[in-house]
């Protein structure tokens, strides 16, 4: 199949970007988005172009490094999957695919579809864990844990860090991220004793990094590869009130 | 020099123990004067970062990615093996031990095997006080399941994401090391070469991947956390990033490179579709928990499966190791499905798969309980084939996956250069010569946290005192000079062939010459064949763009060059191996049902291979078995 690519090129964060089209041939439909990705770079080199850069590492789904915007949609056309997981059958034969980076304040361009999201490390950072050494654990069935709770921590603890969230946002906010987390730890009891901090961190370290704020559009909850819900967000914000009021 | 395996004294159970007791430790005071360079954040790699950063050492860790976090050991889908006996079904740690002697066909050091069972049950208990939301019961205890190999039940998981839950884990134990300042984070630099200083590891030369910037730095110790190569076959069920650099540089500056051959293919991934794929997914092996793996009995049936009559289909696995079934081990699972394939049994669009037939179970558990225990699976292969699995059976195939093989450690987790270790996949340490499911990211998140912090302080005891070198010493300078002579030359051929145009051609020699089945004229052949992919890579590469930027060609080109020079490496070993073991199966050597024949006599030992000069010298460290008699591994 043949497809025309309409590509957002940018060399670095210090110069302006701008859409290059490239027509493709050769291409089938069992391929991955990102394979006629790898095929048009090919090409590239063959007519002594640089590569375009973009991000990948497990493409099965579950590293969360790729992820770019297609066609208007945060990994592409279908709900809930990675960039990785997309695959040329979902487009027809001459189709016009406009590919472009994740655009957020908070994730500035590193090179052409390539963004540093470092924000979200730097968020987890603020207290994303359970204060305890390697070596210190009690036996594990000292901490029983009812199945309901598990499988809600599990649930939200799925969240692969790839930032369609904030992509899809159109205030660029990281609620969802930050909450999935907030809420996987806050809801076991080995996260209990820090509870508040981690919360009451984890959200001035995400204003800080200048995502925008959550006006519950539920535009995330539609892309996230890990369908976690937009119900997240509530939670953190009850937690949130809680907090300021006894943390 | 000689291999000194350095096993502790005293009886198997008490070895560990008497190491602990012996090794030299270091203060806390002293400990913050010593730095430690980490490279990788995955399970080993992020586990001992962190874990030696609240000891108190300064830890600089290193990942090619943009996040710690997204380590391939995010991928591991399975789950976890302890030897807790929570199921009260006769498990043991002598048990594991010995299951996972066997399943590695009887080619690791006991006193290490041993050692990964004693501290598997301390691990749950660890991974469940940071937070890992493993799968509960009702009554809130933890739940388990089976892999492939064993007939009890001590496997923990996380529904299919167990690997990601862990490293999840680790990340943010790291994460708070980092806030705490005792970790320095370099995201997005790849290790390029290893430093030495008087024949100790001294230190790295690393290139941010963001800006071309080549750099140097310093440390008293080094950790390779690199993972594993199979990448080295193109299509595997690696993240496309994974590489043998790291360790194959560490090899061609001394350290030895043990059993490079015993690579593991795993039954059940997703089969090739195109020529252009550039990975393999895996489906993870607890499927077969409750899948039935079958082909039609017919000759290139060409019937859909859901017209193929009960009688007219070929349960092979069930046929031909009842005890087991389709729980078999890996690399006897992957055989058998290619003896089928081979034989025309083959299913699916290029008549290269088998399939799993999850009917029995759905009719005999309900579709809810399915899909509670695997829907994430069913979702993502759904997802990528556009099949849904609760109709009509997968489709798989084997596809490259574990490397058992690795740089040569002692027990501290040492390798034959001193000051540098290889912790979890990278190494050649428990897995023999076939890894058992679940047994990787318990092995590789053991070394990370609780081995390595635990042996390191033995040989930096004694470099307090040492000289700290900086990074202006002469050598440090010299290595630095050939890193960006390397970068040149390979710019600098800028011929009429792509990377992965080489990488393919690399893959496909691999995966007919030394992945399932190996032959002595086959290996013969590609070794040659190789060698010419090598030539002609330096004469016919293309990489656009250039080294003070970032090119993701140009890492691709860097960690092909090393792919090719181990791939040799690779098929000379299995060349010298002159009988069949776990994985490593040569067709010369079978029995009249087609099973490993392994050579005691001859081949006790695990091959070690010594670079030089473009060469390989092997040495031999024989395996002593003093508590388990090799018997033939049977799963009948």
């Known amino acids: 199949m043949n497809v025309i690519f309409k590509i957002w090129r940018q060399e670095h964060a210090a110069v302006e970007g701008y859409f290059k089209t490239y027509e493709v041939d050769g291409l089938t439909e069992d391929m991955s988005f990102l394979e006629a990705l790898d095929h048009l770079n090919e090409t590239l080199v063959l007519i002594n172009e640089k590569v375009i850069a973009f991000e990948s590492d497990c493409r099965e789904g579950i590293c969360g490094q790729c992820g770019v915007f297609i066609n208007g949609r945060a990994h592409g056309p279908h709900q809930h999957i990675t960039t990785c997981q997309l695959h040329m059958r979902s487009f027809k034969d001459g189709d016009t695919i406009v590919v472009e980076p994740w655009r957020a304040e908070a994730f500035p361009i590193v090179k052409d579809l390539v963004v540093d999201r470092s924000a979200f490390d730097r968020i987890i950072q603020q207290g994303a864990y359970i204060t305890a050494k390697t070596g210190t654990a009690p036996e594990a069935y000292a901490i029983p844990i009812s199945k309901e709770i598990s499988e809600r921590a599990m649930d939200v603890a799925a969240c692969i860090g790839c930032g369609a969230c904030v992509a899809a946002c159109k205030n660029a906010s990281a609620a969802l991220f930050t909450s999935a987390k907030i809420n996987h730890l806050n809801q076991l009891p080995q996260g209990r004793p820090e509870e508040h901090s981690r919360l009451l961190d984890m959200v001035a370290q995400m204003e800080l990094e200048n995502f925008g704020s959550c006006t519950f559009t539920a535009a995330c909850e539609v892309e996230c590869p890990a369908e976690i819900s937009i119900n997240s967000i509530a939670e953190m914000n009850a937690r949130y009130i809680k907090a300021k009021l006894f943390g | ?636």
């Not at chain 2, 350095?6 to 070895?15: F, M, Q, W």
């Open chain 2, 1 to 636: 020099m000689t291999l000194d395996a350095k096993i502790p004294e005293g009886k198997l159970e008490d070895k560990w123990k008497n190491y602990q007791a012996t090794s030299n430790l270091i203060n806390p005071a002293n400990r913050k004067k010593l730095n430690i360079i980490v490279v990788g954040s995955g399970l080993a790699g992020a586990g001992a970062a962190a874990t030696l950063a609240e000891l108190g050492y300064n830890v600089q860790c290193f990942c090619y990615q943009d996040s710690a976090r997204r380590a391939h050991s995010v991928a591991a889908q399975g789950g976890i093996n302890a030897a807790k006996n929570y199921q009260h079904d006769g498990d043991s740690v002598w048990r594991m031990f010995y299951d996972t002697l066997k399943g590695g066909d009887f080619r690791s050091r006991e006193a290490n095997t041993y050692r990964l069972a004693e501290l598997s049950a301390p691990l749950i208990d660890h991974f469940v006080q940071q937070g890992v939301p493993f799968a509960r019961e009702y009554g809130g205890v933890l739940e388990n399941r089976s892999f492939g190999g064993v007939q009890v039940k001590r496997t923990f998981y996380a529904r299919g994401q167990t690997g990601q839950q862990l490293v999840l884990a680790a990340y943010s134990q790291l994460s708070k090391m980092i806030r705490a300042k005792k970790v320095e984070m370099l995201a997005r630099h790849e290790v390029l070469d290893i430093v030495l200083i008087e024949g100790k590891a001294k230190g790295v030369i690393a290139r941010d991947l963001a800006t071309g910037e080549i750099k140097r730095f310093v440390a008293d110790a080094v950790v390779l956390a690199t993972g594993g190569y199979s990448r080295v076959f193109r299509l595997s069920t690696l993240a496309v990033g994974c590489n043998g650099s790291a360790i194959w540089k560490a090899h061609k500056k001394g350290a030895y490179f043990a059993a490079p051959s015993f690579t593991q293919i795993h039954p059940t991934a997703l089969p090739q579709t195109s020529k252009a794929q550039s990975k393999l997914t895996l489906m993870s092996e607890s499927l077969r928990n409750d899948g039935r793996i079958w082909v039609p009995k017919r000759k290139d049936d060409g019937r859909k499966a859901k017209d193929i009559p009960e009688e007219e289909r070929d349960y092979y696995l069930e046929r031909r190791y009842p005890s087991f079934g389709n729980l078999a081990p890996r690399d006897i699972a992957s055989r058998a499905a290619k003896e089928r394939i081979d034989a025309g049994h083959g299913v699916g669009q290029l008549k290269n798969a088998v399939y799993l037939d999850f009917k029995h179970a759905i009719e005999r558990l309900g579709k809810d309980t399915i899909e509670e225990r695997y829907g994430n699976l069913f979702n993502m292969y759904e997802k990528i084939t556009g099949i849904d699995a609760y109709h009509e059976p997968m489709t798989i195939s084997p596809a490259a996956h574990f490397s058992m093989g690795g740089l040569w450690v002692d027990y501290e987790l040492m390798t034959s250069i001193p000051g540098l270790y290889a912790i979890g996949e990278c190494n050649y340490s428990d897995h023999g010569a076939n890894r058992l499911g679940a047994n990787s990211l318990l092995q590789t998140s053991i070394d990370g946290y609780f081995i390595l912090p635990n042996t390191i302080n033995n040989y930096l005891a004694g470099e307090l005192g040492a000289k700290h070198p900086g990074a202006d010493h002469p050598e440090f300078m010299k290595v630095e000079s050939e890193v960006r002579d390397l970068i040149k030359k390979i710019l600098e051929v800028y011929g009429h062939r792509t990377v992965d145009d080489f990488h393919r051609e690399l893959g496909k020699v691999m995966w007919h010459e030394c992945a399932m089945s190996r032959n002595k004229a086959g290996l013969e052949k590609a070794i040659v064949q190789i060698k010419n992919i090598k030539t002609e890579f330096w004469k016919n590469v293309k990489v656009t763009g250039q080294a003070n930027e970032m090119n993701t060609e140009l890492e691709k080109a860097l960690r092909l060059a090393d792919f090719i020079e181990l791939a040799i490496l690779m098929c000379t070993d299995a060349l010298q191996r002159d009988e069949s073991c776990g994985a490593h199966f040569r067709e010369e050597y079978q029995t009249n049902e087609g099973e490993a024949l392994r050579n005691d006599d001859d081949f006790a030992y695990v091959s070690v291979w010594e670079y030089n000069k473009g060469d390989f010298k092997l040495h031999k460290e024989f395996l002593e078995f003093e508590y388990v008699q090799p018997t033939v591994r049977s799963y009948k």
